[in-house]
Nanobody, 116 residues
Framework: QVQLVESGGGLVQAGGSLRLSCAAS????????LGWYRQAPGKQREFVAN???????NYAGSVKGRFTISRDNAKKMVDLQMDSLKPEDTAVYYC??????????WGQGTQVTVSS
């Protein structure tokens, strides 16, 4: 069973920074793509960023240049550094693992609130 354990998040003023972390198992780290999604109240879950095994990254247009995804293979963790936060970044952020042929796996979610 895939386990994704998120940490970080919280309340920050607009323009501030937060860092989210997602701890994953060895199997998860060796294959597939790890990423972050978010869901704001009343909205659908949306893609934020992902990173492949070899380090290739992708970002949603709304966060490009402000957020940075990275992976620490020794610690089996994927981080999302969020800078220049805006109130519209407020959402529950979910860690995601995707591998071909299997359903997506999700973490429990962590709340990020950006005050104006």
């Amino acid at each position: 069973q895939v386990q994704l354990v998120e940490s970080g998040g919280g309340l920050v003023q607009a323009g501030g920074s937060l860092r989210l972390s997602c701890a994953a198992s060895e199997t998860v780290f060796r294959i597939g793509i790890l990423g972050w999604y978010r869901q704001a109240p009343g909205k659908q879950r949306e893609f934020v960023a992902n990173i492949a095994v070899r380090g290739t990254t992708n970002y949603a247009g709304s966060v490009k240049g402000r957020f940075t995804i990275s992976r620490d293979n020794a610690k089996k963790m994927v981080d999302l550094q969020m800078d220049s936060l805006k109130p519209e970044d407020t959402a529950v952020y979910y860690c995601n693992w995707r591998v071909s042929g299997s359903p997506d796996s999700w973490g429990q979610g962590t709340q990020v609130t950006v005050s104006s």
